[in-house]
């Protein structure tokens, strides 16, 4: 049970507080509820580029991580679909240059050309070293687009094209964090060994002097519903074929989000997993399988990702992985496998919750999807999805109509 | 927000506290045992860890491939049934194969404790490694190699190690695509009989550790009996290679993998301490001297990092960074220029202390929590040391002075000593 107290400044800045007196140190998470959704499709990857820039320094504190190392600190941040988020942890008796250092940065940055221009190098970089430059590298560049047609999930939080990093200009960049960055638009979380009432005092000093900023909701265009099966196939050079598969699914506060958790881990939750014990351990199709659903804002997607092994044709390794799909949606799972998958849900619920800087991150996240208290509360959600649920679940979402395939294919002679 | 700045808040010195010792001791036939009780989480993790790591194999991917069909199945459980029950209870774990050491670690809700160690005598000490499982492991591990052998940043790694240790050397041979052939499941039994023995296991328990957990221990792992193995280890001379610098072609890459190293004490030497420190310096941290001269500065890379690692055998030191091909000879002046700096010019009272107040805070950091505890306790005690190398540490981070920094690097980073890497 993870016990926190959320006190919402006069300018709109939400605190939520956890203390945990086994450690001496202590996190700050703030997430920035702004993400690649919020870009423009003309300048996508910029809520990710701006995540490089919030480290550029601002007039009363030219140099943030220099600061927070001198107070043993250490931070990092990342940038995806939906949130921007920045977390750092420290010993616990530093915590207010923690204040200091993040209430300065969300109040003004300071924008310079060079900094920019050096940031853009970086995050190209960035883009090639991740992206362009790994074998199947690019596969989610080129299945957002499939599965998305109208809704900002059809790009990647790094950006759908370097060309758009390359032309951000500091006009833009300026206007960015002032439609985004401002405190009733944040969510700042405080775990570890402090007391809750000198972190209220710390939030009303530090974050309450920020102005209430003047955040434009985005409109973002709902997706589609999906009624054709759609398919993309490519050829480059890899060392395997690989097959990739989307279905349109619901949004992380979605009703049937744990029941479809829990389809992809009976399909993929380790080697136990349908798909890892059935196509890569009895068939051998697969050298590796697997199986997630995202947790986005917006509805999200189930997406399944193999690499065939040798001399495997991909239709027939296709055929294969839906005649798998297929049986979860005719019979449903035993008991046992039912009790083994929430097992699982339950016991790495637990395991996140052995890090301050985990419970910080899921606390801000919970908050914005609504619902703090989730952080406590999931674990029953899981366990009361039934089988039957499943069944349901199964027939409802793998609908063969609303999903997306691409053949990723090798063009090399295979060894 | 009004115009007047608000006054910086005072910071406390960081301080790492008295590191909480574990407790140390022995089944009934004399496997030791160390307990580490922390966190709040009624979670366990234990470290099963053998000297069978990759420096014991007379043939390449012999120990890895031991370690790896551990769970494909055992005396009693097969490997599907051994997977299913490990998932029902909630258990994660993780085969691992370093170079010195193997094993496997696995942590649990503390409940389960019972049947997790019966779980794990199969896995440890029973596995049958069935002829088709093997075939099928060694099949989809070809496929996982062609695919890290298409990396840049791997390639680069592997000719480095080569280079730097030689051939022979167990750190430094190099896995190729015929090894995965030379390979046979009598031969995993073999390595297994000789290498997983009561005698070369140590067992690492850190969380909040169950009160039946050693009876328990003893139970399952206390009556085995500790072989006196015959193990017979490859030749281990270092045998770096003459030509140090060696670029591998990749048609159509966009980036080249730099790696520039060269073998390194090792934690057992007293100039350790001092050298973690330079290496801090020099691209150990966000806000090493690497990192801003090539990303912050010049937006080169998206990250550069050097390592000083060390091994039983030997320690080395690598700078390990991705650019573009084009300007891979100015990235690699950089990095030279940043070594040389290093050596000729006393380092500055002010990076010093950011420097001395990052490390400390990593200190505290290793300490916190009982799955951070197990890791830093492993990885002095795989050496023969204990926690006083960490008070050596603290120590040196808290006096070392610009001088001695200038001295260590002027005898430990010698630019023409040093292998220089790239592949792209």
Known sequence: MISYKKYTLDNGLRVLMHEDRSTTLAAMNILYNVGSRDEDPGSTGMAHLFEHLMFGGTAQIPDYDKQLLLAGGENNAFTNTDITNYYLTLPAENIETAFWLESDRMNLIDFSQRNLDIQKSVVIEEYKQRYLNQPYGDAMLLMRPLAYRIHPYRWPAIGMDISHIHDVTLDKVREFFFTHYAPNNAILTLTGNFRTREAVRMAKKWFGRIERRNVKPVDRPAEPEQTEARSLEVEKDVPADALYKAWHTVPRAGNDFYTLDLITDLLAGGESGRLYNKLVRQKKLFSEINAYITSDIDPGIALLHGRLMKDVDIRSAEEAVLKVIDELKEKPPSSHEMEKVRNKYESSNVFANTSILNKAVNLSFFELTGNPDLINTEVDLYRKTSRSMVTEAARKYFDPASCSTLYYRSSRDQK | ?424
């Open chain 2, 1 to 424: 927000m009004n115009g007047t700045p608000m006054i910086k808040p005072p910071v406390r010195p960081v301080t790492p506290g008295r590191i909480p010792e574990a407790v140390a001791l022995k089944l009934d036939n004399g496997i030791p045992v160390f307990l580490i009780e922390a966190g709040t989480e009624d979670v366990i993790r234990i470290d099963f860890t053998f000297d069978a790591g990759q420096a014991w194999e007379n043939r390449p991917l012999t120990a890895s491939a031991v370690n790896r069909m551990l769970t494909e199945g055992s005396q009693n459980f097969s490997s599907s049934k051994l997977n299913r029950t490990l998932d029902f209870h909630g258990a994660f774990y993780n085969l691992y194969c370093d170079r010195d050491r193997a094993g496997i670690l696995v942590f649990f809700l503390s409940k389960h404790v019972e049947k997790i160690l019966e779980l794990a005598r199969e896995i440890l000490f029973l596995p049958v490694f069935p002829e088709r499982e093997f075939k099928a492991q060694m099949k989809k591990r070809l496929r996982w190699f062609l695919v890290n052998r298409d990396k840049v940043a791997n390639i680069a790694m592997d000719q480095f190690y080569e280079s730097v240790f030689g051939k022979e050397h167990p750190y430094g041979k190099q896995v190729v695509q015929e090894d995965f052939k030379n390979l046979s499941r009598d031969c995993l039994a073999d390595f297994h009989v000789r290498h997983y023995t009561p005698g070369r296991l140590a067992v690492v328990i850190s969380g909040r550790i169950h009160k039946d957990t050693v009876p328990l221990l003893n139970r399952f792992f206390g009556a085995l009996r500790p072989q006196a193995a015959d193990v017979t280890r490859s030749g281990y001379e270092l045998k770096a290679s003459e030509i140090k610098r060696v670029h591998i072609e990749k048609k159509g890459a966009l980036q080249t993998a730099i790696r520039i190293g060269s073998p390194a004490i090792n934690k057992l030497h007293p100039d350790y301490p001092g050298l973690k420190i330079v290496d801090v310096i020099l691209g150990g941290y966000f806000n090493s001297r690497l990192m801003k001269n090539i990303r912050e500065e010049k937006g080169l890379t998206y990250g550069i990092h050097s390592i000083i690692t060390s091994a039983l055998l030997s320690g080395f030191k690598v700078i390990s960074t991705e650019v573009s091909k084009k300007n891979t000879p100015k990235a690699t002046d950089e990095i030279c220029r940043e070594i040389e700096l290093l050596r000729r010019v006393a380092v500055e009272k002010d990076e010093l202390e950011v420097v001395r107040n990052y490390m400390l805070g990593e200190m505290v950091r290793m300490f916190d929590g009982p799955f951070a505890l197990a890791e830093s306790f492993r990885s002095v005690w795989d050496f023969g040391l204990d926690n006083s190398y960490y008070y050596r540490l603290v120590r040196k981070i808290k006096t070392i002075e610009p001088d001695e920094i200038t001295a260590l690097a002027t005898t430990y980073y010698n630019i023409d000593d040093m292998y220089q890497i790239t592949a792209g």
